[in-house]
């Protein structure tokens, strides 16, 4: 009974996500967020990126994130890149989405930090 409860949230979660995934890439846009599921054992994180949408006068070519902790265990990603956009009007929603392991210990130097940036034409 309670392996069919589990399986039944972890089931709900992961429609949930899909569900939230879709309408973020339907509103368009350059755009990026993180969030925690498994109680905060994964970090996830969520970059997008759209050519044609005017951030204050620029057009974003690329888009990346980067998951990096110092402790328990270390961790460094790297960037994570989107794929490239081929002009300023090009309409394509490029996005990526990624996940760590988040470190079971507690303080500044096992916490992992989320970073996302765009790079403009």
Do not use: C
């Amino acid at each position: 009974m309670r392996s069919k409860i589990i399986l039944g949230v972890i089931g709900i979660t992961v429609v949930l996500t899909s569900i939230a995934i879709t309408a973020m890439a339907a509103t368009g846009g350059n755009y990026a967020r993180t969030w925690e599921t498994l109680l905060g054992a994964k970090r996830h994180g969520y970059v997008q990126i759209q050519a044609s949408y005017n951030d204050y006068g620029r057009h974003a070519k690329q888009g990346y994130q980067r998951f990096m902790r110092e402790a328990g265990p270390s961790l460094d990603t790297g960037r994570l890149y989107t794929s490239t956009a081929y002009s300023p009007s090009d309409p394509t929603i490029r996005w990526r989405e990624d996940w760590v392991w988040d470190s079971p210990l507690w303080g500044d130097k096992y916490t992992t930090k989320w970073y996302y940036r765009f790079l403009y034409f």
